[in-house]
């Protein structure tokens, strides 16, 4: 019973296009617009492996949607496949979940390489966003980076 249970909630994610993250991190942002973040190093799993390095630049903000860079070296000894996508940050943290189409697949990263996306955060809509310039408004919605398996 349980088995159907569990190939009924993943047929659904696959039917709307949803994809279930097994690890998570916040986007560390830089203090201007088109300048590259610190680095920060992250683990893709609780067992602490792979390893990778996130930095991030923060293009503009238009509408909803957040436009920023997204660089990930690997320093893994491993090759890193696997799928990735930004969300903002509403009240659920425990919202674990991507669409499909706002999704990248990062495929064969070698060891010490890196490799960088222009990424979408969608649904980016904080309040007081008049008042707000890009850098501040993107800032305001969280992002986070999910990773699928």
């Not at 039917?15 to 998570?24: D, E, H, M, P, T």
């Not at 920023?68 to 320093?75: M, P, S």
Request: aromatic share 6%; proline share 4%; charged share 25%.
């Amino acid at each position: 019973m349980v088995m159907k249970k569990l190939l009924l909630i993943h047929a659904l994610f696959l039917f709307f296009g949803l994809l279930k993250v097994n690890a998570q991190t916040a986007l560390p942002l830089a203090d201007s617009l088109n300048k590259w973040s610190e680095p920060q190093v992250r683990f893709l799993s609780i067992e602490g492996s792979p390893k990778i390095q996130v930095r991030t630049k923060v293009i503009k903000h238009q509408g909803t949607t957040g436009i920023i860079e997204v660089e990930i070296t690997n320093l893994s000894t491993k090759t890193l496949t696997t799928r990735f996508g930004l969300k903002v940050t509403k009240g659920d943290i425990n919202d674990n979940t991507i669409h499909m189409n706002n999704s990248y697949q990062l495929k064969s990263l070698k060891p010490d390489y890196r490799v960088t996306y222009k990424m979408e955060l969608r649904e980016c809509l904080p309040k007081g966003r008049g008042k707000m310039n890009d850098l501040e408004k993107c800032k305001a919605c969280q992002p986070r980076l999910l990773f699928i398996d």
